[in-house]
């Protein structure tokens, strides 16, 4: 592979993967407004989350027989257009119905575009390549609750937001189809390339080279063998319980500073975007320090300050420090999912790693579903001030399982 086609794919990559956290920062902002429209309570977002995840599991299950049929790069292209286009559906559908139904469509797209992305930049990159792929999630996943909160300043309509992320998706989908051709040869040819990438322990001493690990994998296990592998489940919890983690303060903050807190609806959907920007920055930061420290200490870290962050969210004793713990919560969670994922031979050993990464990543896709819907519910019954005291809880259950999948 040539230098000039191998940054082109990296960039196409790149640009993905911020296509793919847009409609998951847009929906958090619209919820107030876009709830009012269609009449529904507070909690009836769980629906959503859970068609959206469905379709995402689906497609994600399948994407590695869809993507050998087709080629990654028209799975992207057709993968971006349908989530485009039913982003634009939302807009145009006069009942809620509709909207889980396009939910499913959308989840499908975002499915197919992480699961395939996440394969082919593991097989043919870096680790610290894979940091800087998750951390353009992140800048895509601040831009949306900007780009909402444009649009109801702007218009007073939630449908606004969603009519320019759409229509970008579209744009993006038609530019992936037109270079779909790219991506036809394998990345073998690495002649061109930086020194091979290394894999490390947790005090980041180099232990082997990646080629080394590849050509040195022992017999991988059956899926029912993997299913009967205590770790194998702690690592399904740890992904169900982060994710779940992530999104639920992404999609209720707006909500608990607006409707709970007082806090104007420009400054709260300002306060998300800083969330997510803080989040995005600490990806970034952790992409530099990774090796030096270790993914085990980066994670452990992480969730101590997630927890600090958490409580003073809780405690806010004046809505200048409940803003800034949002912030401090969002740079916490930055470094735990690809630090987890780092650890995944660690944690079950070589032979069940790919049986496990797949049932990770579907255990994250159910915790973004339920636990967001679960605390929705909470908020409905007693008070958005709830919010806070469950990320405490669950940081907390995080942490748990965290120290007793390491032993």
Known sequence: MTDQRRLVLIALSFIAFISLGLPDGLLGVAWPTMRAGFDQPLDALGLLLVSTTAGYMVSSFFSGVISRRLGIGRLLAFSCAATGLSLLGFTIVPFWWMVIAIGTVIGIGAGAIDAGLNTYVATHHSERLMQWLHASFGIGITLGPLIMTFGLNATETWRTGYWIVGSAQVALGVGFFLTARLWETPATD??????????????????ATQSDATTSNPAEASLPASLRTLPVWYSMGLFFAYTGLELTLGLWAYSLLTESRGVSAASAGLWVGVYWGMFTLGRMVAGVFANRLGHHRLVLGSLCLALAGSLLLGWNPVNGLGLIAIGLIGFAFAPIFPGMVSGTRQRVGAAHVSNTM???????????????????????RYSLEVIPWFLTVFVLILSTLYLMSRR
Do not use: N, R
């Open 190 to 207: 690495t002649s061109s390339q930086t020194p091979e990438p290394t894999l490390t322990d947790d005090a980041g001493h180099v232990t």
């Open 358 to 380: 797949g049932m990770q990543i579907a255990a994250a896709g159910i915790g973004a579903a339920s636990l967001p819907a679960l605390a929705g519910v909470l908020a409905d």
